[in-house]
């Protein structure tokens, strides 16, 4: 699979290829920021097929928490791009990046220790209350 995307002004553009790790939702605490308050619509793909074709990204990373993640965004609109995770060979880009984000189906929900009332589950697809495996 190759797709393409970006931030809403169009300053920082990016291309993945490979097989997908994960597609998914979230609904962990801090996605909920990130998102505004709904799930976290991802896909997981290899880092070593992922890459900036325009500009770059600022990043920021919460320095009070153990294992905590880099939030890559644009610098000028501050569209969320991707989420690196410290030991995951992937680069988590957000749906609503793709060029086409038609492309996406979710495949299991994540998180869900953290669901919120308005929040809704995928029927008929794998729930877990933290992440698979654990």
């Given at each position: 699979m190759k797709?393409?995307?970006g931030c809403y002004c169009g300053q920082v553009r990016y291309q993945a290829e490979g097989e997908p790790m994960m597609a998914a939702q979230c609904l962990c605490r801090e996605c909920q920021y990130i998102s505004g308050g709904g799930p976290n619509m991802f896909?997981?793909?290899?880092?070593?097929?992922f890459k900036y074709t325009a500009s770059q990204p600022k990043q920021y990373t919460r320095k009070d928490l153990a294992r905590a993640v880099t939030?890559?965004?644009c610098p000028e609109c501050g569209t969320h791009l991707v989420t690196r995770s410290p030991g995951l060979p992937a680069?988590?880009?957000k749906v609503g990046t793709f060029d086409d984000p038609s492309i996406f189906t979710p495949?299991?929900?994540i998180y869900t220790c953290d669901k919120q009332a308005f929040h809704h589950v995928l029927e008929?697809?794998?729930a877990f209350e933290k992440l698979p495996g654990r």
């Open positions: 797709l393409e995307g896909m997981a793909m290899p880092v070593a097929g939030r890559e965004f680069a988590i880009l495949q299991l929900t008929g697809k794998p």
